[in-house]
């Protein structure tokens, strides 16, 4: 079985500070990591995804996140957050052995503030 | 656009209606998915379609149909539902999961 976990229901920051928000996964073989972002009354944008290869991972709008194994985590991250990036954000896994089912986290709700 | 379309974009209906949400994709994807988000449950995964077939159906209430009759298209038919059935209806699609799912921008329904 494969599951994910986003410990934060919501991440408060101040415009132009770091972004962080928590992610990790539980999967019985190597994992495919997704981040989807989802506006008011939208559906969900992707946003990058860890497949294989480097650990550190680069995607729309200034985001990055990091594979780590050993913690079976990927955070994503973004060096300076922008009001624009107050969204909810969901981080899903696959099972590369489970066919294409993806399993998403409970979502966080980013709010950045001016 | 994200190459997945849902059809209507809010809709209005009564306990005793009968009505059907619409998703079109023509991403060349094999797969299509319906989803049910609100306040108390983010991503609630309702159908798995692979093919033209249904091969997931998670202890959804009969009130809600869906219908997949082509790989292009799905739909969710509803009926006598109730007010705790609004929320925002997400379809989304997907050919291999190396590539993730593609949504489209949901149906928001009220049930008065």
């Known amino acids: 079985a494969q599951s994910v976990a986003q410990p934060e229901d919501q991440v408060n920051v101040a415009e132009g500070n770091p972004l962080t928000v928590k992610c990790t996964y539980s999967?019985?073989?190597?994992?495919?990591l997704f981040w989807y972002v989802q506006y008011p009354n939208r559906g969900l944008q992707f946003l990058l995804k860890?497949?294989?290869?480097?650990?550190l991972v680069k995607g729309s709008y200034g985001f990055e996140a990091e594979f780590n194994k050993s913690q079976t985590s990927f955070h994503l991250k973004k060096p300076s957050a922008l009001v624009s990036d107050s969204a909810l954000y969901f981080c899903?896994?696959?099972?590369?052995?489970?066919?294409?089912?993806?399993?998403f986290g409970g979502g966080t709700r980013v709010l950045v503030k001016p | 656009e994200t190459g997945v379309t849902q059809t209507p974009r809010h809709l209005v209906m009564g306990m005793t209606n009968k009505k059907s949400l619409k998703c079109e994709q023509h991403?060349?994807?094999?797969?299509m998915y319906w989803y049910k988000q609100s306040a108390k449950k983010p991503l609630e995964l309702m159908f798995v379609?692979?093919?033209?077939?249904?091969?997931e159906n998670n202890s959804v209430p009969s009130r809600f149909s869906p219908e997949c009759p082509n790989s292009s298209h799905l739909f969710l038919h509803l009926h006598t539902l109730q007010p705790e059935d609004s929320a925002l209806y997400l379809c989304?699609?997907?050919?291999?999961?190396?590539?993730?799912?593609?949504f489209g921008s949901g149906t928001r329904l009220t049930v008065v």
């Open positions: 989304a699609s997907s050919q291999d999961s190396l590539y993730g799912y593609t």
């Open positions: 999967v019985s073989g190597n994992p495919y």
């Open positions: 860890y497949i294989t290869g480097d650990n």
């Open positions: 899903a896994v696959r099972d590369r052995t489970a066919g294409n089912k993806l399993t």
């Open positions: 991403l060349g994807h094999n797969a």
């Open positions: 379609y692979s093919l033209e077939e249904r091969v």
